[in-house]
């Protein structure tokens, strides 16, 4: 499956490989971004349901709802909640925290999947995982489309992901890409092509 996917990512132009300026200032030679791949609804829909399919074998029991941060989750939550016959949910920044609006409500022990486009440090993944807890459900696994962590991130609970990428990332003054000779561009400029 990873091979398959990492050839539709490269494909749909989700994943680009070359020199990049990253938003954060940080030079790349690769650029991820997932909208590429999940603005096809067939492509979504379909991993969703291999993203639940990963994780069904390690949950401890099928979940009650799916919660992903806004905005880079709420496409995935959608997915991965069509898969199980469930809710999709979606937790949004307010005031530096990440809390559930909009009316949506969970219930007190209610099984909670959390899942993500992509978990580089697992840091918002964390806070949603947070949000859950505070409203009284229980989070019993985490998905992801793509680790960018390498399988580092420890979130507590059992946890799946259809693609494992490298995406190294460095300093300007310490780019090996920029000692090459080659100049940085932004992602978004090809990107959107
Ligand atoms: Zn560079």
Do not use: N, W
Not at 10 to 33: D, M, N, V, W
Not at 53 to 73: I, K, M, N, Q, S
Not at 90 to 110: S, W
Not at 180 to 191: I, L, T
């Amino acid at each position: 499956m990873s091979d398959d996917l990492l050839r539709i990512f490269k494909e749909r132009r989700a994943l680009l490989e070359g020199h990049f300026l990253l938003t954060s200032g940080l030079h790349s030679p690769r650029y991820l971004q997932c909208a590429r791949v999940l603005m096809d609804p067939a492509l979504a829909t379909r991993l969703g349901a291999e993203l639940a399919e990963a994780l069904r074998p390690v949950l401890p029991a099928p979940p009650a709802v799916v919660v992903a941060p806004a905005l880079g989750g709420v496409l995935v939550a959608h997915e991965v909640a069509r898969a199980f016959g469930v809710a999709g949910l979606f937790t949004e920044r307010q005031d530096g925290g990440m809390v559930l609006r909009r009316g949506f409500v969970l219930e007190t022990g209610q099984p909670v999947v959390v899942v993500e486009d992509v978990i580089t440090t697992g840091g918002s993944t964390r806070e949603v995982m947070e949000a859950v807890t505070r409203a009284g459900a229980t989070v019993v696994g985490v998905g992801s489309l793509v680790d960018r962590s390498g399988g580092a991130v420890d979130l507590g609970v059992p946890r799946r992901s259809l693609l494992t990428l490298e995406v190294p990332t460095y300093e300007a003054a310490a780019c090996p890409l920029c000692a090459g000779g080659s100049k940085p561009e932004k992602p978004g400029s090809r990107a959107a092509r």
